[in-house]
């Protein structure tokens, strides 16, 4: 079974052209030699940018010399008004110093005091769709979106998404998205500082709605610390921790862009491989009711019970396979601080090089049939030989996401919960069509059909809904 994926351009195209292509989708703005290519070079009159599939090349960016290729500043150019100096965005000694604050409420035992959040979002949203599961077709996109929202509000404020506060900052991050405020004219030409960037009058709104927002959850939790009445999640553990080198912690500024990264690639990427997970799993029968008969362990249901996420296997390996084929953020963007050679070629300092999940998770010489929906490859040594060359759906290195960990806890258990509660059909004449803008969604949405299974005793099903 072979999921859609997007038509590639014609391998030459006019600058123009492209821009177009590039503002209606980042993946089919681009060519389909890139899923065979080691290496790609790309020229316009303002810059040159590399593509880059082979892991040697891969390996040296991310994890042997991170340093000579930091983050590239066009990549934030269409980002800043809502991110700010976000550690998504920075680099040098300023990410270090972020990073050195935000990684000790990741680690460890931090993982397993958030599951019980994950765990009633995911019971929460149960119960929203059982409402509404009748066979009628749905679009799993905007639920998945909200179902991750309350996830990330619960392990950050304590706050469920039905909360004022929070249900507005999702309204607005939805508003955003739709802004596409990643396409700016900053991230194709060589502007200076000081040149406006116009940014649409949309992005600006909702960046700063987004924002008063934050600053107002934050500015609430700064006075429940003081009081000593703040809750232990993770807004908690990251504002008081301070950087172990200068004793100095994050101040309400910086803590509202930390936060607004945290949420939109928590809650959005999230989302994505929920949604494409679902749709996968629609596809596959025999492989949704693996998921299903092995969710038998959450029927206990009544209280979060960390130790079932290493029984969910079969719902590890469909997430991380939709993860490969649909990965959240399609490309990472990096500029080189030094001349360098790449296979061959000379790499001058301030050229891009870019590394591109979506490719490299699809290339024919380094995996076998790419584009097939086989969740068993995880278990072969092929694809486990294959992970660890060419599968960077986190980044690695020391830029990986700090959450990675939290994900690929959320996903599975999120993922076991909908499928022991409802039977997943596709739709007929609304296959969804990939496309990346943010991350990578539907351009149509995700259509599919949900039919309740019989729920027994105990199962979490019927205690969420008993209990609304």
């Known amino acids: 079974m072979r999921p859609p994926k997007p038509v590639p351009r014609p391998d030459r195209v006019s600058l123009l052209h492209y821009l177009r292509l590039f503002r209606r989708d980042i993946l089919s703005a681009q060519p389909a030699r890139l899923y065979h290519a080691w290496m790609a070079e790309f020229r316009t009159p303002f810059f040159r940018s590399f593509l880059c599939n082979d892991p040697e090349l891969v390996n040296r960016v991310l994890k042997e010399a991170p340093a000579d290729f930091p983050k590239s500043d066009r990549l934030g150019e269409g980002l800043r008004p809502l991110l700010g100096n976000s550690v998504f965005l920075t680099n040098g000694a300023t990410w270090e110093r972020q990073r050195r604050i935000i990684n000790p409420a990741f680690e460890g035992g931090r993982l397993h005091e958030t599951f019980p959040a994950m765990w009633e979002a995911g019971r929460a949203c149960v119960a929203r769709l059982r409402a509404r599961a009748d066979g009628t077709p749905l679009d799993i996109e905007p639920e998945t979106s909200h179902v991750a929202a309350d996830v990330i509000f619960r392990t950050l404020f304590s706050l469920p998404i039905e909360d004022e506060t929070a249900a507005a900052t999702f309204r607005e991050f939805q508003a955003h998205q739709r802004a596409q405020p990643i396409l700016n004219l900053g991230a194709f030409l060589p502007l200076p500082q000081w040149f406006p960037r116009f940014h649409s009058r949309r992005t600006r709104k909702t960046a700063r709605r987004i924002r008063a927002l934050i600053s107002g959850l934050t500015a609430r939790r700064t006075a429940e610390i003081a009081a000593g009445t703040a809750p232990d999640d993770l807004a908690t553990k990251i504002m008081t921790t301070p950087d172990p080198d200068t004793g100095i912690g994050f101040d309400t500024a910086e803590m509202v862009d930390q936060v607004a990264i945290f949420f939109l690639a ?67 963007v990096r500029e080189s601080r030094c001349p360098v050679k790449f296979r061959d070629r000379d790499v001058r300092a301030g050229d891009q090089v870019v590394l591109s999940p979506w490719h490299l998770h699809r290339h024919d010489r380094l995996w076998t049939d790419p584009d097939l929906f086989d969740p068993s490859r995880w278990d072969s040594a092929a694809g486990r030989e294959s992970a660890r060359a060419a599968y960077i759906p986190f980044s690695a290195g020391p830029r990986v996401c700090p959450g990675a960990g939290f994900a690929m ?33 539907s351009a149509n949405g995700i259509w599919l059909q949900l039919t309740p299974r019989d729920p027994t005793p105990g199962d979490p099903v019927r205690t969420a809904t008993e209990e609304r």
């Open 409 to 441: 806890a959320e996903g599975p258990l999120l993922l076991s919960m909908l499928v022991r509660a409802f039977r997943i059909g596709t739709v007929t004449g609304h296959d969804p069509v990939p496309a990346a803008h943010l991350t990578v969604r």
């Open 266 to 332: 928590g809650h959005e990427t999230s989302a994505s491989a929920l949604a494409w997970s679902l749709y996968l799993l629609a596809l596959s029968p025999e492989w949704q009711e693996r998921v299903a008969a092995e969710a038998a362990v959450l029927d206990d249901g009544t209280r979060a019970d960390f130790a079932v996420l290493g029984q969910l296997r079969s719902s590890r390996a469909v997430f991380r396979e939709a993860l490969r084929l649909y990965p959240p953020v399609p490309m990472m």
